[in-house]
Each structure stands twice: as C-alpha cells, then as structure tokens.
C-alpha cells in the first residue's frame, strides 16, 4: 500500500471468517465430519446428499460452540434463532440451497480487540451465525485437451460458523492482526483446528476507500480464495492500490466480487456482488426456531477455557514474563502449554530460561522441520531438562543448541543426548589449562598482539582452545585461564 494512497484515501475494511467446527458430525446428519483424509464421497448419506424426502436434525454440539464463540467475542446470545434457506444455483450445492442464519443469527453485537498503530483498538462483530458446508469441487484438465469438473461430497454438511465483522479495520496490517487474534481465540475454546490449509479457517474481505476526512462509505468490492494470512495481507495492499488507481483516473469502483491470484499477486473480476434478496432466504421450513435459555448459555459460559488475553496477563504476574515474551508465548495455544508444562517440571524460577529457548531456538527449529510442537518428538520435560542442564555447568549454551536439535531428531532427553554424544562441557582446569597452554603456543603471534596492547588477540586464542575442546570447555573457565596466562608472560 503506498504512502500516496493512505494520504489521499482512508481504507475500509469488514472481515468476514467461515470457521469448520470440530464436532465428530455433519450439521444436520450422522456422518463424520473429519472428512479431511477420507477417500472421495465415502462419508455421505441421503441427507447431505441432498436426495428428496429426507430431514435434517441440528447438531447440537455446533449450536453450543458457536454459542462458546459469541460468548468469547463479548457477543449477546439470542434467547430464540432459526435457520432459513439461501438458495443459489452452484453445483457443489447438493440440495440447490443451504440451510444458513438470515435475520435470526445465534449471536450478535460483540467486539474483538487487536493491536494496531496506535495500540489497543476494538472491532465489532456484526454476527456469529451457523450453517452448512458445500461439496468440494476438484477441475481437472486432463492430457487429452478436456476440461471437466468431480464433485466431492464428503464436506457437504460439516458445520460452518461464519463471523461477520463491522468495517472498523484501517488497514491491511490491522486484518492480519484481527484474523490471528480471532484464530488464537477459537483455537483455545476448542472449536476449530483453525487451519487455513485445510479449508477450517476461511476469510472473505469487503474492502473499499473513501477520500481522507468523508464520512460516506465507498463502493465496496469483495475478496475471495485467500488461503493464508500472508495472501490476506497481499490481497488487500493490491486491491486498496487498483481502487485508488480507478479513482485517480476518473473511473467508478465496480461492486463486485474478485478472487485473488496468489500466483500472480492481483485480483481478478468473478461476478457481480448478490444482495440478500438474491438469495431469496426463507425459514426453513423442516427445522423449528430454536430456544436458547438463559440457563443452557450459562452452563456454555461456564465451560469456557481462559481466553490468550487472560492468559496473557497471567503469565505476565504468574511468571514474571515480559509482555512481549507473554504475547508471544499465548498466540498459540500448544505453545502456551508446551511452555507451562516445562515450567511446572523445572520449577517457576526458571520461567524466563524456558521462555527464551522457546522463542528462538525452538522455533528457530521447528520452522526449519516444518513441524508443530504437537508433531515433534521434543517434549516439555525435555526442554527443562536443557535449562538445567546448562546452569550446572553441564552444558554451555552452544553445546546445548546441538542437543536441542538431536533431541528433535530423536525425541531423546537431553541428559541422554549428552552421555551417549560425549557433548559434557568441560570445568577441569587442568584439562582446560593443556588447552590454553597449547594454543598460546601455537600462536606466537597473537601472543605478541596481545602483549602490545591488542586485547582482541585474547578473544581469538579463547576460540583457538575452544576448537581444541571441540566446543565443550566451560567458557567462562577459558576465558579466565586464557586472560591468566597472557597476564604471566605479559608481566614476565
């Protein structure tokens, strides 16, 4: 987003988030949800596939996380809702319609707070509603010129809760700040896995611009077919330069909705954008309106887990942590407790050690094995064990990286690494001191150097008897028997 266009043109942003909810069952049938890994159109039945004369029955389960989610976001919980059918005519659509939320959505007027430039902001949430997923449609063009389309059913029915966002975010920087907040959220009450790979985590944005000082909204267009953060945050720079372009040229922003070519970096015209009444919604005419009482909202209040920013907070007080290092640390929830049960095993004073292990070496690793904290073979003991091991002299902090990566190779503890990788640092003095004695002898030169005034020939000898113990001397042993044996042949 160039700085010309955020001088001449206020952005405005709405987020719209469609979320798979982690129920073992489709929204109005029996079949499994984890469709996932399944083998094409093998979790079905009559009714998510659409055939004549069958019935759908409300999962329960979907109803009260989505109830969990309005709840999480400061939502009010609607004491009656209802479904209705939005029909429109695509062919992953088994029944020609979806069973969704109209006028009657479960949840509505909350707000979600996020960072932004100028620190805390708060977004509101218009509505939480629920509904159904589609087919997955797969385009294949195969080597004989034909292009044709496979339907796969196995997704048809799973439960979608969709968060619709009021136009509050300024800028493409605050939507990827919104839409990991959001994720955090849902990921630590336990609704979604919140992968965006998969299709579990979704987002749609309505973007438009309006000269700097105007009040009046500008013609919105929608955003499609973004699969990532990253290609959020692309789209919205790329859409936000091509309206003020069509505006700086005397043009008319179009509504209509564009799809996102991650390849090619821009947006492409799809069709023009539907107005409710293009839906034709009605009340579902095989589902009853649903009582929520008040009691059944409190019992789901109840179970609701500490929220990241409670606990954000906490690990500020509990552990004495930085805000950043909390920040960082409650993002994710495996993280969050990874780090907690490694704390637990080794002992509260240690909460910083284990948090900075965490947010460099650790991830350092992971990023490079592609890997969760879940998939790896490294446990929470395993990383207390590392800090411990580096305060008893065991391990220096460059030993203790080798260990870390083995013990991700391996799923070993560390004290096993050590002993059967010989990696122990090394605190006899008198070992250190044939080191330091054959170093200062093998390189006169710094000797003299350093005699002459130049104390930088002392760091060069202290990494020469640190490639003669192969990395284990204990460093602060080196430096003190290299800074003492300069000092004796200085003075003689």
């Not at 589609?134 to 997704?155: C, I, M, T, W, Y």
């Not at 220096?396 to 002993?419: H, I, M, W």
Request: net charge neutral.
């Amino acid at each position: 987003m160039v700085t010309s266009v955020l001088e001449k043109y206020e952005v405005v942003i709405g987020l719209e988030v469609h979320v798979q909810l982690k129920t073992r069952s489709k929204m109005f049938c029996s079949c499994r949800a984890d469709y996932q890994t399944a083998s094409p159109n093998t979790l079905v039945c009559p009714v998510c596939l659409g055939l004549p004369g069958t019935l759908p029955v409300i999962n329960r389960r979907a109803v009260e996380f989505t109830m969990a989610t309005g709840l999480a976001l400061n939502c009010e919980i609607a004491p009656t809702t209802k479904f209705d059918r939005k029909n429109y005519p695509y062919p992953d659509l088994m029944k020609g319609y979806q069973i969704s939320q109209y006028d009657s959505p479960i949840a509505t007027k909350g707000l979600l707070e996020i960072e932004s430039d100028s620190g805390k902001k708060k977004v509101g949430i218009t509505r939480v509603h629920l509904e159904e997923d589609v087919a997955k449609l797969q385009h294949v063009n195969n080597p004989h010129g034909e292009s044709f389309s496979l339907v796969d059913v196995n997704r048809s029915g799973v439960p979608l809760m969709e968060i619709v966002g009021e136009p509050d975010i300024r800028s493409a920087e605050e939507a990827r700040q919104y839409l990991t907040t959001l994720r955090s959220i849902l990921q630590y009450i336990g609704v979604t896995t919140g992968n965006m790979e998969e299709g579990s985590f979704r987002c749609d944005a309505n973007v438009s611009i309006r000269p700097k000082g105007s009040s009046a909204f500008g013609t919105r267009t929608e955003i499609k077919n973004m699969n990532s953060f990253r290609s959020v945050y692309n789209a919205l720079l790329y859409e936000v330069d091509r309206q003020a372009k069509v505006l700086d040229d005397g043009g008319r922003v179009v509504q209509e909705t564009r799809g996102w070519v991650d390849d090619k970096g821009v947006t492409v015209s799809q069709r023009s954008k539907e107005h409710a009444h293009d839906y034709r919604y009605f009340p579902e005419p095989d589902l009853p309106p649903l009582v929520i009482s008040r009691e059944w909202v409190s019992l789901v209040k109840a179970s609701l887990p500490e929220l990241p920013s409670q606990r954000r907070d906490r690990f500020v007080g509990q552990y004495g942590l930085p805000l950043y290092d909390a920040e960082h640390l409650t993002s994710s929830k495996d993280v969050a407790d990874f780090f907690e049960s490694a704390v637990a095993k080794g002992g509260q004073s240690r909460a910083k050690s284990i948090s900075n292990w965490m947010l460099s070496d650790v991830t350092r690793v992971l990023n490079l094995k592609g890997q969760s904290l879940g998939e790896s073979a490294f446990k929470p003991d395993h990383l207390s064990e590392l800090v411990e091991l580096i305060e008893s002299g065991t391990l220096s902090n460059t030993l203790a990286k080798t260990v870390l990566e083995e013990g991700f190779e391996s799923g070993k503890p560390p004290s096993q690494v050590v002993k059967e990788k010989g990696l122990a640092q090394i605190s006899d003095t008198s070992v250190v001191e044939a080191a330091v004695q054959q170093a200062i002898s093998e390189n006169p030169k710094a000797v003299e150097d350093y005699i002459k005034g130049k104390d930088t020939a002392s760091r060069f000898l202290v990494g020469q008897v640190m490639r003669l113990t192969r990395g284990k001397g204990n460093p602060t042993v080196v430096n003190e028997l290299v800074k003492k044996g300069l000092e004796a042949l200085k003075s003689s």
